[in-house]
């Protein structure tokens, strides 16, 4: 079993939890979860990668273990969480780190490449979020306006919560972790975490300053998508590969999430590019 350190820092004035894994001495990788979730989601391939990098798993202001404090004090968003983790890396001391980003931290990652380059080694970035998307029918409630909020934050219970990481997030596979996927639930169901969760929800619809930020990401970047991706068509990662100045594809079996669903082939990927063997 890895051992795991866990450690607050404050950032910005907001308590943020990480965790740490892998030689001090070993290059610094940095892991960003995605909406809704921890860093739990990289619990199945962060062992492995501490064999050789020195691992800090982060939980984004608001989310998991991390202070969730109000959007009247805290901007929830991209360019927020950025700043976030250029914080956490100056905190844990570890200088340049590479960077690995799912999803909505996928975002998180490319604005950190974008904004602080001097921070970022290599850049891997899982199913982002970039372009504009379609939202499920769920996703379109909750942004309806007067009812939404009541929607999101008070309908929304451990049923639904299922619905959407079997049927979205991993395609209906027999595989879910299912005990996984309500720890997350569990994380999420407080008044502060779902107002938390519910305004970054809608701070992350307008994704133009992210695409805006792409011709500034220098940093060479390993793009891994889901071939059969329910919430962000593969179409972007072709799209993605082509608007980053420095990067390469890799289309990986599987929806969404393929750290979780594909972890062997995910892995060799990864640590194949952050390497920087060919």
Do not use: C
Request: glycine letters at 10%; zero cysteines; hydrophobic letters at 45%.
């Amino acid at each position: 079993m890895t051992r795991l350190q866990s450690r607050d820092v404050t950032v910005r004035g907001v308590r943020i939890r990480a965790v740490e894994a892998g030689p001090k001495d070993a290059p610094a990788l940095l892991l960003i979860h995605g909406f809704l979730v921890s860093h739990l989601e990289w619990a199945d391939v962060l062992g492995e990668l501490a064999d050789q990098f020195h691992v800090i798993a982060a939980d984004l202001p608001g989310f998991g273990e991390s202070e969730k404090p109000g959007p009247a004090r805290y901007p929830y968003g991209i360019e927020a969480f950025s700043e976030a983790m250029a914080d956490l890396v100056a905190a844990f001391g570890v200088g340049r780190a590479h960077v690995i980003g799912h999803a909505m931290g996928g975002a998180v990652a490319l604005t950190l490449a974008a904004e602080h380059p001097e921070l970022v080694h290599r850049l891997v970035v899982v199913a982002p979020l970039v372009y504009p998307f379609e939202s499920s029918l769920k996703g379109k409630l909750a942004l309806y306006p007067l009812i939404g909020p009541v929607i999101f934050k008070q309908l929304y219970g451990r049923g639904v919560f299922r619905a959407y990481f079997r049927d979205e997030v991993f395609g209906g596979s027999e595989g879910m972790n299912v005990a996984r996927v309500d720890e997350h639930y569990e994380r999420f169901n407080s008044p502060a975490s779902r107002e938390s969760a519910y305004a970054t929800l809608r701070a992350i619809q307008d994704t133009r300053p992210l695409v805006a930020r792409l011709g500034r990401v220098r940093t060479p970047t390993l793009v891994v998508w889901g071939r059969e991706d329910r919430i962000f068509p593969v179409v972007h990662a072709s799209r993605l590969a082509k608007d980053l100045s420095d990067a390469r594809l890799q289309i990986l079996a599987g929806g969404h999430s393929p750290a979780e669903e594909t972890p062997g082939p995910f892995l060799a990927a990864a640590r194949q590019f952050l390497e920087g063997r060919r």
